[in-house]
């Protein structure tokens, strides 16, 4: 017994997820870069990789570090910080650090930013890719201008590579993970047409996250993704249900919570946003789901309570004392709010959450 | 220099917090029980015992442990964990450790939950307070069934002492904080009254939060609170300015952060939600605010990225690599995102978090 609330993985689940998505990417012909901020966790990583995956995405430097630090376990020695870091000096040399210890990658996304990096790696050489804009708006040079970056980043010495996007405006409901996985393919075909007009090979074209990889295979997208960095397909998440990306089944993970309250309909559990996280996209139907009960839905949280209203026809309400299953919204938001997931694997590991927190 | 992105305190700002509040609430008459899940932090706690707080609130068993293990920091014997908690036997078994340690008190919502935890106690007395909905509708009774409880929870073995409630509805703009603090007023007398009438004296009545202490004085309220438990104000938010209840001046912490892209009226910076908590109530104008640039809003959150926009009369607009302060929409949950907080206060301490990531 252990007491709730806490973040439970069902890892049969898990390894169904993972298998799948493994077979499905080598079906296809694309490597699987997993992006660990989803799970921050060697275990995972490490089945990962078993099944095949190229490497590790991560989004800091700290990440990169947690991982480098867990190698015995992961046997991982490939890491790509998909991130234009703009580094001070003591954040270049964590990366000088790093790349004697890994193979490692970074995102540089302007010009100015990639002759910072450069001038500040200074002897140590590692390889870049250039990221790009394909619809989200957040970082990300315009695809027809990655030539551009990719070009200063060579004369200043970064061993370019190729180019990436993270199609994050696929996350929604109706044809919005259709449009995106498009618009993705569309940004990297032009992205790594304006590199090989400046000469330079865009050998990898990364890109993909869970709720694209459905249209990853599609005949019109065929040759241009390389690799696909998905992250929260191991786990599953109430946003991935409601998106239409996967089913109930398929999450593997869940806060284990008590029933604090329970009224006609309608119960409080004690989990709150401080282990569910605190995301609700605006398409969101509320701040989280119920394994068990897909009719009820967490109508209000705060930090230690949510709230979970129960249609008038439900079966069956918790009563006081029991115990339930929330789905989070976002899991990446969640995993990063404990120490270690409790691992349903017949002997209830406990996996450490080793990049917790590793913001920088 | 610390790598970015980190949570800093402005030790000064925070002194004129915790100073204001104090002699507010001993001009009122009514003793200061600052919730301490806001800073979690030992430090933070002394400064608002030693400026005559009456000791903690907290709202976990496990938050209750953390202070209770740096009593020697911060001298505090005296904790109340104001929530429902339905115990398992091992939940129980720490209350009762704990209780042997501290000054203990604990909420109850309804009998069977009170004579569960007093089954459960066995020969340990504690203190309880039965809590009431006064307009949040998470957990709590109804004010008129408080003294039903109370009477319940006497007879099981637990030592009433009064009544709490937490007006978390009057988070919202317009008149709704003033709305809050009068229903909070009136639920706490209905519900001593209902107390009074089993005969038990309802000595503690409890209740305040952060937007509604600018309403604890009114002489409409006099004589009904004895005892207030704000978090937020001695480090405050992008939600309390927002709401009217602070202002920039007043905002003691901040997630400093550097921009890793800018664009024509529009920057990145290197802090998500992964820093800065993924809060967004329904009124409020973006994800967070920058300190320094009060026109500018937060258009989009990822885990890893803050999208700001700039009105286009801005004068300044960050560059690449410059560090810039963002607000956090939700300082509780930004908090329990770190590990330690970095104080400004001259010798620029690090105070760890001691009771991050304590949900159980």
Known sequence: MIDTPYLEVDVDRMMRNLTFLAERARS???????HAKTHKCAEIARMQLDLGAAGLAVATIGEAEAFADAAEI??????????????????AARLRTLADRVSLRV?????????HLAALLGEQRIEALVEVDSGQHR?????????????AAVAAGLDVVGVFTFPGHGYGVGDTRRRAA?????????????????????????????PTIEFVGDPSHAGVLTEIRPGVYPLNDAQQIEMGACGFDDVALTAVTTVVRSDAGRVVVDAGSKILGADRAAW??????LLDHPDAR???????????????????IPRLGDVIRVVPNHVC??????DELVAIDGSDSRWPVIARGRNS
């Open 28 to 34: 296809i012909g694309v490597a699987v870069r997993p």
């Open 284 to 289: 969101a139907t509320g701040h989280g789901r």
């Open 74 to 91: 992961t046997a991982c020695t490939d890491i790509f910080i998909a991130y234009p870091i703009w580094p001070t000096p003591a954040k």
């Open 333 to 338: 938001n969640a995993v990063n709010l404990v």
């Open 298 to 316: 967490v109508v209000q949280l705060s930090e230690h309570h949510a709230v979970v209203e129960f249609p008038a026809e439900s079966a069956s």
């Open 107 to 115: 995102g540089i996304d302007s010009v100015e930013g990639a002759r």
């Open 139 to 151: 970082t990300g040079t315009a695809p027809a201008g990655a030539g551009e970056v990719a070009a």
């Open 182 to 210: 498009d618009q993705e393919v569309a940004a990297l075909r032009t992205a790594a047409d304006s590199l090989r007009a400046q000469g330079i090979d865009p050998r990898v074209r990364s890109g993909g996250s869970t």
